[in-house]
């Protein structure tokens, strides 16, 4: 059974940083897609970006590139969301989803496993 536990969350000012981390477990992930989403309330549960844990090509939603980075060790079974210039819009909840696909899809019904999510609050 796979086992996604992210941390990392917290309160901080606009313009600053968090790494939010995703410790995956019960699985061998080389055939795994790894993302991360957000969901603020009274919205949709929305794609911030995904790694292909063979390879660790990454892709990231318009709104945050260039902001964050997404990252993973594979001696750890972590994968890593670099959250730099946050803004208030970015508070919300975080979620660490995977998949078993060499497609990285953006929906997030197409994730069969989730973390339980952690929250991220941005003051401006």
């Known amino acids: 059974q796979v086992q996604l536990v992210e941390s990392g969350g917290g309160l901080v000012q606009a313009g600053g940083s968090l790494r939010l981390s995703c410790a995956a477990s019960g699985r061998t992930f080389s055939s795994y897609i790894m993302a991360w989403f957000r969901q603020a309330p009274g919205k949709e549960r929305e794609f911030v970006g995904g790694?292909?844990?063979?390879?660790?090509?990454?892709q990231t939603a318009d709104p945050v590139k260039g902001r964050f980075t997404i990252s993973r060790d594979t001696a750890k079974n972590e994968v890593y969301l670099q959250m730099n210039m946050l803004k208030p819009e970015d508070t919300a909840v975080y979620y660490c989803?995977?998949?078993?696909?060499?497609?990285?899809?953006?929906?997030?019904?197409?994730?069969?496993?989730w973390g339980q999510g952690t929250q991220v609050t941005v003051s401006s």
């Open positions: 790694i292909r844990w063979s390879g660790g090509s990454t």
């Open positions: 989803a995977a998949r078993r696909t060499f497609i990285l899809e953006i929906s997030p019904t197409q994730y069969d496993y």
